[in-house]
């Protein structure tokens, strides 16, 4: 498995220009207002889970999830807001839930220099959502967290040795032309595609040459001489293939 790029994405249920402890790297401020608080009770979106405190991320897309910063609850009279043990689960649809353990976080410091603390690994797994509910806090009447900082991997980024590339093409439906994004073990071998009509027969052949640190391309498919309907587009490379259905409008 080789891994093409890994970035970091930052969390942060309200943050202000005008905090000036986050101008310093993984501090957070210590106002009550920049984090989320729970005082009451409310349906979890893990439904075994009935009416709990939570926090649910919703990233936006499905990513590839690995090491974890939490910044708990540092306002200097609540912090026995912030949370202690909770559980923690993902989930690509947000209806079906993946549970990966129960976890603790410590007792912020209340201070402006405070930068957080190690949170667990999702060791690659794949989400979209990212739900934190808490089982006990630090003797609070609420429940409070500051920040999440997550490492996460674009998933098309991370390609399987034996599938050799990853491939999309867009946009589907099309009127004239495609264009393909594509990820390679190997940028020196050209890509092939080639697209068919929905009883197989070819509609074109073309080659396409990779240059370094590209990920898009135009592929012309000249869409304005084509009936509208479905065709079938494959991309090849070094034996490796992927096939695609698209739909060709007027």
């Not at 893990?46 to 090491?67: C, Q």
């Not at 912090?79 to 990966?100: A, H, K, R």
């Not at 976890?103 to 797994?125: M, Q």
């Not at 990212?130 to 806090?137: A, D, E, G, Q």
Request: net charge negative.
């Amino acid at each position: 498995m080789k891994t093409k790029n890994t970035y970091l994405l930052l969390l942060a249920v309200l943050c202000f220009n005008v905090l000036i402890s986050q101008c310093y790297p993984d501090r957070h401020s210590t106002t009550w207002y920049d984090g989320w608080v729970s005082c009451e009770k409310s349906p979890n979106p893990k439904v075994s889970y009935g009416e709990t405190h939570w926090i649910m991320y919703d990233l936006g897309f499905e990513y590839v999830l690995n090491e974890t910063k939490f910044w708990n609850a540092n306002e200097p009279k609540h912090l026995d807001y912030g949370i202690n043990e909770f559980n923690l689960d993902i989930s690509t649809d947000g209806v079906t839930w993946t549970n990966l353990g129960v976890f603790n976080l410590d007792r912020a410091s209340g201070l402006s220099t405070y930068e957080g603390d190690e949170g667990p690994d999702f060791n690659s797994a794949k989400a979209r959502y990212v739900l934190i509910t808490p089982n006990s806090n630090h003797g609070g009447d609420c429940y409070g967290l500051s920040e999440l900082k997550i490492t996460i991997t674009d998933p098309f980024l991370v390609i399987d040795d034996k599938e050799g590339f990853n491939a999309s093409v867009y946009p589907n439906p099309f009127v004239n032309d495609l264009s393909l994004r594509i990820v390679t073990l190997d940028e020196s071998l050209p890509i092939k595609y080639a697209l068919y009509d929905i009883l197989g027969r070819s509609v074109l052949a073309n080659t396409l040459t990779m240059t370094e640190d590209n990920e898009t391309y135009s592929l012309p498919l000249n869409g304005n001489v084509l009936s509208v309907g479905i065709y079938i587009l494959k991309i090849r490379q070094d034996g490796k293939e992927r096939t695609f259905k698209l739909i060709k409008n007027e």
